[in-house]
């Protein structure tokens, strides 16, 4: 059976989901998710066939996901596609292999405490609007979170794998 | 005039979108909730919700963490919470469902948070600014202060993803045959129109991952449903709908021939608009999508506004 077979191969992430077995690949969560818009989406995908098949690289179907529960929801089985797609993003995350938008947010959160920086021009449209100064984020209680939940040390490890394999792509070309 | 159910006061979470990139919205927040009853409190220190997609999906620790802080310091000034941002919503009230679920996360979380001087107590509420109108203030309520009707504006509603889903987080609408939205424009004498796609994604997160085809693809399929269904504008209640909706139908527009231009507007625009507030005062020249000769332009002309 294609579905055990390559589920075998992944038994790190399966154990703790055994309910993922109950998964028919009826598709109806590829139905009722936006990802069936991106450009590499084939309709014979579900999220688990598709997800389990593919490994962790930064995928569109994968990174396409914007957390809508729409897939949950509709699963004629119950089961929980999210919870692997979350598990996946989580996994690419940490080995360096998410999109670089997804760095650059994680990043910005903890050195500005917002996801996406400010700049002089908002700073002219808020004052011509006669709208307060943007807060000041507290950035340093954000690194002692960062710290104390690994996120700190996440970035840091996929940063490194991403400089090695760089450097290894350069030293072989 | 006078508020609804006396003056609530509220921590106003901004969030990052609203205040960093569309300003303006920001503006029209502050101009029309208080009308509402709404005193809108800027509470010090607030951070990132976090973004449930980009955070909450690749560290949900760090994200829930980061919430819960975000949520401590409302609770620090004894204050519930208003948000303007779907996003924001998610995050926050999956934070509370989380942590009133979990004593062991909870405790987790709060031994994380000690360390930066602040405790989760889970007393306060959380609520994104479209269901506070239509709960907290009421339909009919709205209805009662409306001194400029919406006649004849036909409105297509796009409550978003992050607002109607979960059901179990939010209460506030079916997630699969969503209503109130549309209660709430036709409270405005406004008239919802039906169209295919309402509950579809409006494709942000390819966006902003840097899939610009996709992006634009999922874009251009509810836009085209809206133009037939015969809307003169979108209504949205996020900032990040609203930025993919104005800004990504140019690009859409470019890249799949659609020969039409729908503005798009947030409700609170179209709840000032309503209440006698002008064009210019709800920031309407500051549009991607122009108003200027669109029939939505030409509505408003005629309702005076």
Redesign the interface.
Known sequence: MLLRESFQAHDSQLEPRAEVEYCLQCAVCGLVC?VN???AYDPRHTFVYDLFNQGIEAK?TL????????C??RCPYNFRPLEL??AH??A??AAGL?????YG??ES?LST??????SNV?ER??SK????D??????N??A???E????AG?LAAARLAQRLKKEEGESNA | MSAPNGDRRLAFFRG??I???L??L??VA?LVLPRLGAQLV?V?????C?????????????WV??GA?NISLAEEQGLDMLTLCNGCA?TLRHTVHDLGKSPELRHQVN???A????TYQGVSQVKHFLPWLAQDVGIEAIQRLVQRPLTGLRVATHTG??LL???YLHGFDD??DPVVFDQLVASLGATAVDYRTK???C????A????A??SD??LS?KLTDVHAAGADCIAVGCPFCYQQFDLGQLTAARRFNLDFKTPVINYLQLLGLALGFSSVEMQLSEHRVRVEGTSFGVRLEALGA
């Open positions: 936006v818009q991106a450009e569109e990174w396409g996901c914007p957390t809508c529960h729409k949950e929801e797609v979350k993003k989580e690419a995350l998410a999109p670089e938008a997804v947010e994680l959160l405490g917002s996801a996406f920086p400010g908002t449209r808020r609007l006669g709208l307060p943007l807060p000041v984020r507290p950035v209680e954000l002692i979170i960062a104390h939940t690994g996120l996440k | 990052c979108m205040p960093i990139k300003p303006h920001e503006y502050r800027d010090d220190g607030f951070t990132c976090p973004d449930p997609v980009g955070v909450g999906a690749t560290d949900p620790r760090t963490t980061i802080r998610y031994d994380i948070l360390r930066t001087g602040h993803c992050h889903s979960p059901q997630s699969e509950t579809a994604c494709g942000i997160g390819f902003v991952t840097g899939q085809v996709s693809k999922a399929v």
